[in-house]
């Protein structure tokens, strides 16, 4: 700093914040690598990863549930599709939670220091495709372009930040979260466990009745009237999606109902219009997956414990979850 003033560093455009028409050339690059023929390749890798994840898992013996089983599946899945080995997986996980729960005591990392490790780790995976380019997702957005144009380092690495985080704790807390409201509603797992073609609008409910994603804030481009208020022009605006997703105007009288058959289910969980979630049909592969292959093993899941909660405002997860299971291959019955 020679002027003896500091620099301001501008903060790295991200998907999520960032306006037309920008917004509508990051979503064009971006979106090729979640293609539908590209998610849809991806389910043998998923099911293997959780099959093997669930291996570990026998009945009649209680064992944490959201750390041991759910959390390991989708930062798997993440740092395969972004070619990360194997053998980062594990830290990939510690600096997703750091990255969202610095609030969290048990959460020894702090945000900071997570996002200079993940911004040093990503560097290097960028740095090796320059040299070697493979079908991994960095390969793929590298050489992405929209009009002669493709994304920017600073692009690139802001994305890898954001899919690491948004597609790693979501979706583990939609699967821990939609557990436990199975667990609390034993007759919506017998329907399941009975008929697994259930599994597909089971996930949306799920969605819907949990919201893994708290909130999300906009601001206003124009006055507008709603329920006798006026938003102004410029206002700040946070968009509760839980709230939303129980809207008796559009759920009816069962919208604080967990129904499995819910249709149509209209919920806002991967939000809605140009903003809307680029990884909805991955999140809800893994999900359909990881209940057919749980539900084949598992047809009882009981709590033995209290489930504690990650202290987060914007995805407040499952931190610990103690639970027993049984075998669907003993013949045990759904209680």
């Not at 819907?208 to 206003?220: K, Q």
């Not at 109902?257 to 809800?284: V, Y």
Request: charged share 25%; glycine share 6%; net charge negative.
């Amino acid at each position: 700093m020679p002027d003896g003033k500091p620099r301001t560093v501008s903060p790295r455009p991200m998907l999520i914040t960032t306006d037309p028409p920008r917004h509508k050339a990051l979503r064009q690059l971006i979106s090729k690598g979640f293609t539908p023929k590209h998610i849809s390749a991806m389910e043998p890798d998923v099911r293997a990863i959780v099959r093997s994840v669930l291996d570990s898992a026998k009945p009649g013996i209680e064992l944490e549930y959201a750390e041991g089983i759910v959390a390991k599946i989708p930062v798997r899945i993440i740092a395969d599709l972004l070619g990360a080995p194997a053998e980062d997986w594990e830290q990939f996980r510690a600096w997703s939670d750091a990255s969202v729960g610095s609030a969290d005591p048990d959460v020894k990392l702090s945000s900071q220091e997570a996002f200079g490790a993940l911004t040093a780790y990503f560097r290097q995976l960028i740095d090796l495709r320059e040299q070697n380019r493979t079908n991994d997702l960095i390969s793929i957005l590298m050489d992405a372009e929209v009009e002669g144009e493709s994304l920017s380092h600073d692009e690139l690495m802001s994305f890898l930040h954001l899919l690491l985080v948004a597609g790693n704790e979501t979706t583990r807390n939609l699967i821990a979260l939609g557990t436990v409201a199975l667990i609390n509603h034993p007759e919506q797992l017998r329907m399941l466990v009975h008929d697994p073609s259930l599994i597909p609008t089971a996930i949306e409910e799920m969605l819907r009745y949990v919201s893994p994603v708290t909130h999300m804030t906009r601001w206003a481009t124009e006055d507008v009237d709603l329920r006798g208020k006026t938003i102004k022009k410029g206002q700040a605006v946070v968009l509760l999606y839980g709230a939303a997703n129980r809207d008796e105007e559009v759920f009816g009288d069962t919208a604080e109902q967990f129904d499995i058959t819910r249709r149509p289910n209209p919920h806002l969980a991967f939000g809605t219009g140009e903003h809307a979630c680029l990884g909805l049909s991955l999140a809800r592969l893994e999900a359909r997956v990881f209940f057919e292959e749980f539900l084949a093993r598992f047809d009882r899941v009981e709590l033995t414990g209290e489930v504690l909660r990650m202290r987060s405002t914007m995805v407040p997860g499952v931190r610990t979850m103690h639970v027993r299971l049984g075998s669907a291959n003993e013949g045990a019955a759904v209680r």
